[in-house]
């Protein structure tokens, strides 16, 4: 599944070292071994418990977990929508992506310098938005254009789409994004067909020091982004950076020990990763057999057809129908019989619409 989210920063807040503890985490993943498919494109597994557990209930030959893919935005300078700096590259690399994680300096290193000459988190993550804001707004105005000339011909369609696209205009000449602003229904197709920069969903990545992970509360700036974030409705992720590209290079055992002696429960990029599997609206279900248990990535809301397509094009279009036990179930059970004797196995068909943590056959005829 092609979805990506793109990281962004501005230079020397740690978007660099984030992404080459992403690549190096890919590497170390044996069925991802090429951890960049492309120069600016990292691989990595979803952190997944329930894969473990499946494991060790059905003993299959291999497990293979379920993958996410992370893109590196080229640097952004103030003027970046005007082409200053390598702003066109990163407007064209943004407008690729389908989420944003902004990465945001929160700790204070005098060997270290900041474009801005000051370490203000809020100010850097206005640069990158004001940027998107006005990129976004030379969007809505060539838009504006071509529209009005099929209002004044009583275009309904035509209609809709100034409606929203005034609403919008309105709200970037406040600075606000248009994924801050509210819509209906109907409004909300518009607003995708748009393809905005802004409207993108986004979650901020505050970079703090070594000392400061384990009580990232305590540190002024962090407490700050959170605020920020809140008004967006948009969450925050907190990690070290430096720690996390120390962390993939060691073994699961190793990552275990060091993470405990900083007193974390879970390293920031697992965090990372499953918040932008979550920002996407993405979730997973898994087949389990004898040769394989796998976990699969679908979108939120796809019915069983369409999941089964996600491993061939013949079980969609051959499908028959599914056979579902929820994870939960296949624990309590023990094992797939102890599941059906239970009656938690259920036959579900075209229309049932597939839930996180389904465990999944499905019966095909091509």
Avoid at 38 to 62: H, S, W, Y
Avoid at 277 to 303: D, S
Wanted: aromatic share 6%.
């Amino acid at each position: 599944m092609a979805l990506t989210a793109g990281i962004v920063g501005l230079p020397n807040v740690g978007k660099s070292t984030l992404f080459n503890a992403i690549t190096q985490a890919g590497a170390e993943a044996a069925n991802y071994p090429f951890a960049t498919i492309d120069p600016n494109v990292g691989i990595v597994e979803v952190p997944d418990n329930r894969l473990n557990k499946l494991t060790e209930l059905v003993k299959p030959k291999k497990t293979v977990p379920t993958a996410f893919e992370f893109t590196d935005i080229a640097g952004i300078v103030k003027g970046a929508s005007k082409g200053e700096g390598l702003g066109n590259q990163f407007l064209s690399h943004i407008r690729q992506v389908d989420a944003i994680c902004q990465v945001v300096r929160c700790f204070v290193d005098e060997n270290i310098t900041h474009v801005s000459g000051k370490i203000d988190p809020i100010d850097d993550i206005e640069i990158i938005n004001l940027e998107l804001i006005l990129a976004d707004l030379e969007t809505v105005e060539k838009r504006f254009t071509r529209v009005e000339k099929l209002v004044k011909q009583k275009d309904k369609a035509a209609i809709a789409e100034y409606d929203v696209l005034a609403k919008i205009k309105n709200g970037l000449e406040e600075e606000k994004p248009a994924r801050a602003l509210d819509y209906t229904e109907e409004q909300l197709k518009i607003v995708k067909g748009l393809h905005l920069l802004t409207s993108k969903p986004t979650l901020y990545v505050a970079n703090v020091s070594e000392e400061e992970i384990a009580d990232p509360d305590s540190n002024e700036n962090v407490l700050k982004v959170r605020e920020y974030a809140a008004n967006e409705n948009a969450e925050v992720i907190v990690v070290c950076a430096k720690i996390e590209e120390e962390i993939a290079e060691l073994d699961q055992e190793e990552k275990e020990m060091f993470l405990e002696e900083l007193s974390i429960n879970e390293s920031g990029l697992d965090k990372l990763i499953k918040a932008s599997y979550n920002l996407l609206g993405l979730a997973t279900y898994f087949t389990a057999g004898e040769q394989e248990v796998r976990a699969w990535t679908f979108r939120k809301g796809i019915k069983a057809p369409q999941a089964a397509g996600i491993i061939h094009t013949d079980f969609e279009r051959g499908f028959i129908r599914a056979e579902t036990v929820s994870y939960d179930d296949l624990v309590e059970a023990g094992a797939m019989a102890g599941a059906r004797e239970k009656g938690r196995v259920r036959l579900e068909g075209k229309e049932y619409i597939v839930k996180d943590g389904d465990v999944i056959h499905f019966r095909f005829n091509v």
